[in-house]
C-alpha cells in the first residue's frame, strides 16, 4: 500500500472521525473516495511520519491479539447445550478484538459432539454450537464473513475413551484461523 | 496391497476397480451365524456336475446364501444329480429334505460358462422351476447368487437379496474407507480412501452411484461418486456444513441437510446440483431426510418439538406431522420398502436400540437390546435390516428380520464398521 497516496485522505478521516487508536489503513476512509487524486509530493512528505508510526502500531496489535489468543482456542460446552458459558465471555471478547482489529483475518469455527448419540444429529448439535461462538462474535462486531461455522459432530474427538471426562474435552468448539 | 479404487490422499481416479486382498492390514468380513430362531425348511443342493469348470463353487455359495436368511438348513445331499435327473423320492424323503436343487456347470463355445439348475419339491415329488445362466466366469458369483434368490423366491414368494451389494464405512486407525461388498460380505472392494471421516452413503435407487459426506475438504460436503468408473463430484459445499444425503425414488434430486442459511435445515437438489430450494422451515434441527417409496412424503428428524423426534411432511415441504412419540430420542429413519414399516433408532434409558413402527397403526417395538444402535438400512425385499451395532467393544453389522427374531452378525476382523446401507434390487 502507498502511504503517500492514502496519508491525506485517512488522516483527514481519522480527524473526522475522532479515532484515539491506530489508523486503519485497510479500511476506506469514510468521506474520502479512493480515486481522489494523490496529493503532491511536497505536501504528504510533512504527514509521512505520523502515518508511519501509525502503522507500525498497528501491526504490532495484531501480533499482541494472535499471541494472546494462542492457548484460547476451545470453547467447552455442557451436556445437550450450545450455550456459550459465562466463564468463556474474555475469551470471545479477545477473538472479537482480533478480528475486529484486522478485517482480514477469517476463522473456522468447528463445533464438536461427545460420542453419544446419532452421527448426523451430532453433526446438526455441533454446528449449533459452532453458530453459537459465531454469534458472541457477530455480536460484538465481527463481520459474518469473517467466520464459518462448521461441524465435525462426533466424528473428531479430541478424547477417545467413553465416561464424563472424556466426553466433557470432546464437547467443544475450535477456533481456528483459515 | 492393491489399490483402492479412490484414494483421497493421491487425488487421482483410478480405472479399475481393486479388490481388498486377505493381507492381515486389511478388513475381512466375515458372516458368523448365532441365534437362528424359528423352524428351519430343509434343502438338499447337491453340488453341480462339472462344477470344477466354475472358478466359484456354486453349490455351496448357493447353500450359504440359503442358511444365512435363517429360513432354510442344508440336509446331506450326496453328488450325482444334475438338472437332467429324474431323483428318487423316496430317498431324498429320507434324507429329510422338503426341497432339492442339482444343476451342472459347462462351458459355451465364446468362453461364457452355461450353468443351469432344477429345483424340485420332495414332498409333492415335482419340478418347481429349472432356469440356465451363461455368464462370464468373473460372474459366477453373481449366478450363484442368482440361483438361491429363484429359490429363496420359489420357497417363500419373497424376492430374495442374495445378489445384492451394500456400502459400509470402515475406519482403521485415522483410515477411513467407503467400502461395496455383496450382500454375504464377499468381493469387498474399497470405493474411497480417505485420512478425514466419511458418513451417510447413500445408494442412487439405480445402483450406478453413492452419495455420501466427506470430510476431506475441512468439513462436511456432499459428493457423488460413480460406483463403476470411480467418477467423483461435489453436490454440495455450501458455507457451514453439508450432510445426509437422501435419494428421491426417481433418482432425479436428493433431499440434503444445510446450514449455509444458519442451523440445519432440509433442502432439496437436483443430482445434477441445480435447482436448490429450501423445503421447511424451522428454528430447530432438521436432518436426516428420507423419502417414502412412492416419493410422496419426506420422514426426517426435527428437535422442533424439544427433543429429537421423527417427523413427516410433503416432498415439496409443508407442514409436518410427528410421527414418533415414544421416549425423547428417536432418529434415523429409514421407510421399507412398502411403505409399511418406520425402522428408526431410539434412546431407552441411555441405550440406543433399533426400533420397528408400523406406519398404519403407529405401533412401535424395540427389537433390539444392545447399547449403540445406529443408521438402519432395509433390504430391497423388505425382509431385513441391516444396521450398526456394537458387540464386545467393536462395531460390527447386524442383519435382522423385522421382529427382531433372526439375528445376524456380519464380523469385521480388523477394522470398525460403520454407516451400512444395502443397495437396491438392479445390479449393473
Not at chain 2, 429320507?94 to 463355445?109: E, F, K, N, P, T
Not at chain 2, 429349472?130 to 414368494?157: F, S
Request: hydrophobic content about 40%.
Amino acid at each position: 500500500m502507498k502511504l503517500t497516496r492514502f496519508a491525506l485522505p485517512l488522516i483527514a478521516a481519522a480527524a473526522l472521525a475522532g479515532c484515539s487508536s491506530a489508523v486503519k489503513l485497510d479500511e476506506p476512509a469514510p468521506v474520502e473516495t479512493r480515486t481522489t487524486t494523490p496529493p503532491a509530493s511536497t505536501t504528504s512528505q510533512g504527514t509521512t511520519a505520523p502515518a508511519a508510526e501509525s502503522r507500525v502500531a498497528t501491526v504490532d496489535l495484531n501480533a499482541q491479539y494472535t499471541e494472546q489468543v494462542r492457548d484460547k482456542r476451545v470453547v467447552y460446552f455442557d451436556f445437550d447445550s450450545d450455550a456459550v458459558k459465562e466463564e468463556y465471555r474474555p475469551l470471545v471478547e479477545l477473538h472479537a478484538k482480533r478480528l475486529n482489529n484486522n478485517k482480514r483475518l477469517a476463522m473456522t469455527l468447528e463445533g464438536h459432539t461427545d460420542e453419544r448419540g446419532g452421527r448426523e444429529y451430532n453433526l446438526a448439535l455441533g454446528q449449533r454450537r459452532a453458530e453459537a461462538v459465531a454469534k458472541s462474535l457477530t455480536l460484538l462486531g465481527v463481520g459474518g464473513a469473517q467466520v464459518e461455522a462448521v461441524s465435525f459432530g462426533k466424528e473428531r474427538p479430541a478424547a477417545q475413551g467413553s465416561g464424563e471426562e472424556a466426553w466433557a474435552k470432546n464437547r467443544r468448539v475450535e477456533l481456528k484461523d483459515k | 496391497m492393491l489399490e483402492p479404487l479412490v484414494s483421497v490422499s493421491r487425488r487421482r481416479t483410478l480405472a479399475a476397480l481393486a479388490a481388498l486382498g486377505a493381507g492381515p492390514a486389511l478388513a475381512q468380513l466375515r458372516i458368523d451365524i448365532a441365534g437362528v430362531g424359528g423352524t428351519r425348511v430343509p434343502v438338499a443342493i447337491v453340488d453341480f456336475r462339472d462344477e470344477s469348470k466354475s472358478p466359484q463353487p456354486i453349490a455351496a455359495i448357493v447353500r450359504a446364501d440359503l442358511e444365512r436368511s435363517g429360513l432354510f438348513r442344508s440336509v446331506d445331499a450326496p453328488a450325482g444329480l444334475s438338472e437332467t435327473s429324474v431323483p428318487v423320492w423316496t430317498d431324498w424323503r429320507a434324507r429329510q429334505a422338503d426341497a432339492l436343487a442339482a444343476g451342472s456347470v459347462s462351458r459355451l463355445a465364446d468362453g461364457r460358462l452355461d450353468i443351469r439348475f432344477k429345483l424340485w419339491d420332495v414332498v409333492k415329488g415335482a419340478e418347481v422351476v429349472g432356469e440356465a445362466h451363461a455368464v462370464q466366469p468373473d460372474d459366477a458369483r453373481l449366478a450363484a447368487h442368482r440361483i438361491a434368490d429363484t429359490i429363496y423366491q420359489k420357497l417363500t414368494g419373497d424376492r430374495g437379496v442374495f445378489a445384492t451389494r451394500m456400502a459400509y464405512v470402515t475406519k482403521a486407525g485415522r483410515r477411513f474407507s467407503l467400502v461395496i461388498a455383496d450382500a454375504d460380505g464377499e468381493g469387498a472392494k474399497v470405493a474411497l480412501a480417505s485420512p478425514e471421516p466419511i458418513i451417510s452413503p447413500a445408494w442412487a435407487p439405480n445402483g450406478r452411484e453413492l452419495a455420501y459426506v466427506s470430510f476431506e475438504s475441512g468439513k462436511a460436503t456432499v459428493r457423488i461418486q460413480d460406483v463403476q468408473t470411480g467418477g467423483r463430484r461435489v453436490l454440495a459445499d455450501f458455507k457451514g456444513t453439508n450432510s445426509a444425503p437422501a435419494w428421491s425414488p426417481d433418482g432425479q434430486q436428493l433431499a440434503i441437510s444445510l446450514s449455509r442459511e444458519g442451523g440445519t435445515q432440509l433442502f432439496v437438489i437436483n443430482r445434477d446440483g441445480s435447482g436448490l430450494r429450501r423445503i421447511a422451515q424451522s428454528g430447530a434441527i432438521d436432518t436426516e431426510a428420507c423419502y417414502s417409496p412412492d416419493g410422496s412424503k419426506i420422514y426426517f428428524v426435527s428437535d422442533r418439538g424439544g427433543s429429537p423426534q421423527v417427523y413427516r411432511m410433503p416432498a415439496s415441504g409443508g407442514s409436518a406431522e410427528r410421527v414418533t412419540f415414544g421416549g425423547n430420542y428417536n432418529i434415523s429413519p429409514a421407510v421399507s420398502p412398502d411403505g409399511r414399516t418406520l425402522a428408526y433408532i431410539s434412546r431407552i434409558g441411555g441405550a440406543f436400540r433399533l426400533s420397528v413402527m408400523d406406519l398404519g397403526t403407529g405401533q412401535a417395538q424395540q427389537i433390539s437390546d444392545a447399547n449403540d444402535d445406529e443408521s438402519p438400512s432395509f433390504a430391497p425385499n423388505g425382509r431385513l435390516i441391516v444396521y450398526a451395532s456394537r458387540a464386545g467393544g467393536k462395531e460390527v453389522l447386524m442383519t435382522t428380520t423385522l421382529d427382531g427374531k433372526i439375528k445376524t452378525p456380519l464380523l469385521v476382523t480388523l477394522a470398525e464398521v460403520r454407516e451400512p446401507t444395502w443397495g437396491p434390487f438392479t445390479r449393473q
